[in-house]
């Protein structure tokens, strides 16, 4: 298996353009997680789903901020518009709910940059 | 307020020795405790899980530890090799989160020859 994926792996944008970011999850697994980590809050929760469903996007900053997962196999967030403080690396991870530890498995990461 | 505090923050050592690393949390109820390996450019990976009832585990040269009454826990690198050169996150889970995660924010840790 390739693992989660994720696209763009680097991201160079301007204030006030939109952004989006894009996630595989590994296949079979039913739930995805999108995290953001910056060096002063570390990894934080944005949003999840279980089975293509959001559950709990309370972790989601601004209404700038959108997520969606059409099908088992995709999600997107976006964000529009794009701010400076947006930039920090943003993590998808996916899971099998319901297995052993409920054990996440992240993606490489795409690293935002908003000038 | 469930937190997640990570000691010390960063740390230098050479190669071939060993370190530890600290946890506390306040997480409750508590359901599990992971240490996360996150290499620089790279998404978390898991070294070890523990539940309640679990006070050790160890996965090759990494031994991470569990009080559960004290709410601590350790990880322990032996022989520290230049590849151990990585962040190292605590991370809770809270029973009946739905598995959701609490993260602490590291300790980055650099092996130097």
């Known amino acids: 298996d390739a693992g989660v994926i994720q696209s763009p792996r680097h991201e160079v944008t301007e204030m006030g353009q939109e952004v989006t970011l894009r996630c595989k999850p590994i296949s079979g697994h039913n739930s995805l997680f999108w995290y953001r980590q910056t060096m002063m809050r570390g990894l934080e929760l944005l949003i999840y789903f279980n089975n293509n469903v959001p559950i709990d996007d309370s972790g989601m900053p601004e209404d700038r901020f959108s997520a969606k997962m059409p099908n088992a196999s995709f999600s997107t967030l976006k964000i529009q518009p794009s701010e400076p403080r947006d930039s920090a690396v943003y993590f998808c991870?996916?899971?099998?709910?319901?297995?052993?530890?409920?054990?996440?498995?992240f993606g490489p990461g795409t690293r935002l940059t908003v000038l | 307020k469930n937190q997640v505090e990570q000691s010390p923050q960063s740390l230098i050592i050479l190669e071939g020795k060993n370190c530890t690393l600290q946890c506390n949390y306040t997480v409750s109820p508590f359901s599990n405790l992971r240490w996360y390996k996150q290499d620089t450019g790279r998404g978390p990976v898991s070294l070890t899980i523990m539940t309640f009832s679990e006070n050790t585990k160890s996965n090759g040269r990494y031994t991470a530890t569990l009080d559960a009454d004290t709410k601590q826990s350790s990880l322990h690198i032996t022989a520290s090799q230049l590849s151990d050169s990585a962040s190292y996150i605590c991370?809770?889970?809270?029973?009946?989160?739905?598995?959701?995660?609490?993260f602490g924010k590291g300790t980055k840790l650099s092996v130097k020859p």
């Open positions: 991870a996916s899971r099998l709910r319901g297995s052993s530890y409920n054990e996440q498995f």
């Open positions: 991370v809770v889970s809270e029973v009946g989160s739905q598995g959701n995660l609490i």
